[in-house]
Each structure stands twice: as C-alpha cells, then as structure tokens.
C-alpha cells in the first residue's frame, strides 16, 4: 500500500493551494483519509481529515479555509486551502487508516509529504 501526494508549492498570502493524494496497492478498505502537517521543530498536526460516510474534523487554524474531499471509488483525498497564511507554511502529509484484509484491523500509512510554502 502506498500514499502518493501531490500539490504543494509557493503562493502569497491570501492565494490558494490544491494538495492531492492517491492510495494504491492491494487493499480490502480505507476507513479515514486526511492531511496533517509539521513544521520543523514541531509535532506533526492534524489539518483535516474525512471518513468513509463523509464526516470531516478540521483544525481549529483553518477552519473556514480549509476544505477536505474524498473519491471513494478512485481511492483519493484532496485538500483545498483558500486564503492562506504565512502560518500555513509547512510539510503537509496525507494519511490514511487502511484495512488490508478484512479480518485485519486498520494500519495507519503516511504519503511522503509535500511542502506547502506561503509568503507574507
């Protein structure tokens, strides 16, 4: 199972950013799907995450700008960041808690993160 993310870049503040991931490999289900973020120095942190029935939890910090999305059928989870912030800037990482078989309990996998770089 992988967690390929893409996206990512430099923009103003103020200007919006569009992150993308795709899980693949072989897999019975994927229960939650999100974006967590970490700067250096500091605790990797929830951004935003969405279950299987669509449920989201979001940050307090980007509440509002922040908007997470899901494609069951092609296995993806995007992150559509408006008016973003200088404070915004960090390594952004998809996450998913995978089932690979259906009698196995979920695993937590990680994409390779993508940097997410705003200007003041």
């Known amino acids: 199972v992988q967690l390929q993310a893409s996206g990512g870049g430099l923009v103003q503040a103020g200007g919006s950013l569009r992150l993308s991931c795709v899980a693949s490999?072989?897999?019975?289900?994927?229960?939650?799907m999100g974006w967590y973020r970490q700067t250096p120095g500091k605790q990797r942190e929830l951004a935003a995450t969405?279950?299987?029935?669509?449920?989201?939890n979001y940050a307090d910090s980007v509440k509002g700008r922040f908007t997470v999305s899901r494609d069951k059928a092609r296995n993806t989870v995007d992150l559509q960041m408006n008016s973003l912030k200088p404070e915004d800037t960090a390594v952004y990482y998809c996450?998913?808690?995978?089932?690979?078989?259906?009698?196995?309990?979920?695993?937590?996998?990680w994409g390779q993160g993508t940097q997410v770089t705003v200007s003041s």
């Open positions: 996450n998913a808690k995978i089932r690979r078989r259906s009698f196995l309990a979920d695993y937590e996998y």
């Open positions: 490999g072989n897999f019975f289900s994927i229960n939650v």
């Open positions: 969405i279950t299987s029935g669509g449920g989201t």
